[in-house]
């Protein structure tokens, strides 16, 4: 059995306590966000109520909305905490992160209603579902904010480029997406996905990671035309030998250049990705070994 050497432990041990120490600042980081969104969630929805005329506000409202603000900021950040809200990626949050958000905003419901009765809290009816309703979309907002600028910055990195990289994407199963979110989110690649080939005719039409699916390996040449596409990425571990080369001889009349995944068992792994990618060679267009 293989055991590492104290060096390599030392070296293991420096980056859990860097990877740990990252966690903890960006958690609190956000953790800040959200009591700020709190705040002023609840004290616009206080005066949305009164139609923005701060003076007509009765005192007791003001004080109701002080004295309950703590408890809230406590409740709502233990209960992210548990729906673990602050362990996500930001670079990955997806619509997974959104059914998470909404979970714990059911789950909120229920507890802000029982801590509302038990301090005793005087406030107008609709004050409560405002405020909730506009915090959910702050934080929601606070969570997807970062994948945005990104996209933004991307968008304007690819026009700062004169003429960015236009992929299609053959193959719109699990090896596809995950290959269409990496180029999506990657920051060694410039450029976008413009189309998806797959012969399944039931996805025809349909989109997958927000880019549609446009036909069948007979479209490759006339679609390559139609979305001036500069790349091809062939995303199909699955496909037999005999499906792989009639495919890839369909792109080689194209003239762009033709990338392929390495094979199915990077897909197990879940190891698909673009630095997976290597270009198509001559034995994978003869259908057998180069001699």
């Known amino acids: 059995m293989w055991f590492p050497e104290k060096s390599e432990m030392d070296v293991m041990d420096q980056l859990l306590h860097r990877n740990n120490t990252k966690w903890v600042v960006?958690?609190?980081?956000?953790?800040?966000?959200?009591?700020?969104?709190?705040?002023?969630?609840y004290f616009f929805a206080l005066l949305l109520r009164h139609d923005f005329l701060?003076?007509?506000?009765?005192?007791?409202?003001?004080?109701?909305?002080?004295?309950s603000m703590p408890v809230w900021c406590v409740l709502t950040v233990a209960v992210f905490y548990v729906c673990r809200l602050y362990h996500s990626i930001w670079r990955q949050v997806s619509i997974s992160e959104l059914e998470t958000i909404m979970k714990a905003y059911l789950l909120l419901i229920p507890i802000y209603y029982a801590a509302a009765n038990l301090i005793g809290m005087e406030m107008p009816r609709s004050y409560y579902p405002m405020g909730m309703i506009l915090n959910f979309l702050l934080t929601t907002g606070i969570r997807f904010?970062?994948?945005?600028?990104?996209?933004?910055?991307?968008?304007?990195?690819?026009?700062?480029?004169g003429q960015p990289d236009r992929y299609m994407v053959i193959g719109a199963g699990a090896a596809g997406q995950m290959i269409i979110k990496e180029l999506h989110s990657s920051d060694k690649t410039i450029g976008r996905v413009c189309c998806v080939i797959d012969d399944n005719p039931s996805k025809l039409g349909r989109v997958t990671e927000g880019v549609l699916i446009v036909g069948n390996r007979h479209d490759i040449v006339r679609m390559v035309q139609k979305y001036k596409i500069t790349d091809i990425i062939f995303a199909i571990p699955s496909a037999s030998l005999q499906e792989r080369t009639e495919i890839l001889n369909?792109?080689?009349e194209t003239g762009c250049k033709m990338q392929t995944i390495p094979g199915l068992y990077q897909l197990v792994n879940n190891e698909v990705s673009v630095t997976q990618l290597r270009d198509v060679e001559i034995s994978d267009l003869l259908g057998r070994e180069q001699i």
Do not use: M, W
Not at 145 to 161: G, Q
């Open 54 to 67: 701060f003076s007509t506000i009765d005192p007791r409202f003001i004080q109701g909305y002080i004295s």
């Open 26 to 41: 960006r958690a609190l980081f956000i953790c800040v966000l959200d009591v700020l969104s709190i705040l002023g969630a």
């Open 145 to 161: 904010s970062y994948r945005f600028l990104r996209l933004v910055l991307r968008t304007v990195e690819n026009r700062s480029a």
């Open 250 to 252: 369909i792109c080689k």
